[in-house]
């Protein structure tokens, strides 16, 4: 857990059991679309619910409608030509499940992700008006783009109140995790 996460114990009073098994139910939803995922070495979902608990948009990392075969999945190297890498071309899930999103408006909405959102995914996020944010790995966070994340959700959570916290999983979660991504933490 990075040092700077805010975060909820979920041994703690002021975490419910309703929320505790809301967040293992919703959290399970991301990885299902995780799942579903064709990037061959990082499947990410997200799944976004509004305060009345109802799923609104779902989502999961992709190339764009009608690139599907035409880009590579390569990882993004120092050595290696970024057109011929992922990096440029891939939708997150975060972005998608916002585009995908029903037509209810994601302000005041909760996302939950599998991994730690990227600087881009995070200023999406805080246009969106998301306000919380759970994500179960942060298997990045030495990379610059995810300090830079932390920054900017750091900084626009003193006017808009934006929460992040990783989700503290019981092993049924992490065994779904681990089915989807072996290298995550």
Not at 19 to 32: C, G, K, N, R, T
Not at 64 to 74: A, H
Not at 87 to 93: E, N, R
Request: charged share 25%; net charge negative; aromatic share 8%.
């Amino acid at each position: 857990m990075a040092s700077n996460d805010k975060m909820h114990d979920p041994s703690s009073s002021t975490q419910t059991r309703r929320q505790y098994e809301d967040d293992v139910y919703f959290m399970s939803v991301a990885l299902m679309f995780a799942k579903k995922s064709p990037d061959p070495s990082t499947k990410v979902g997200a799944c976004i619910v509004n305060e009345g608990g109802k799923i609104v948009g779902v989502g999961f990392n992709k190339m764009p409608d009608g690139c599907e075969g035409k880009f590579p999945w390569k990882h993004d190297t120092e050595d290696e030509d970024p057109l011929n890498t992922k990096g440029m071309y891939v939708c997150h899930a975060e972005l998608n499940a916002i585009v995908n999103k029903t037509s209810v408006d994601v302000k005041g909405c909760t996302i939950y992700v599998t991994l730690f959102p990227c600087n881009e995914c995070a200023k999406l996020i805080v246009q969106s008006g998301i306000k919380n944010v759970v994500y179960l790995s942060n298997k990045h966070k030495e990379r610059n783009g995810t300090k830079a994340a932390f920054r900017i959700l750091d900084e626009a959570s003193t006017p808009k109140n934006i929460i992040y916290r990783q989700f503290e999983s019981k092993q049924d979660v992490r065994d779904l995790l681990d089915s989807i991504d072996p290298f995550a933490e």
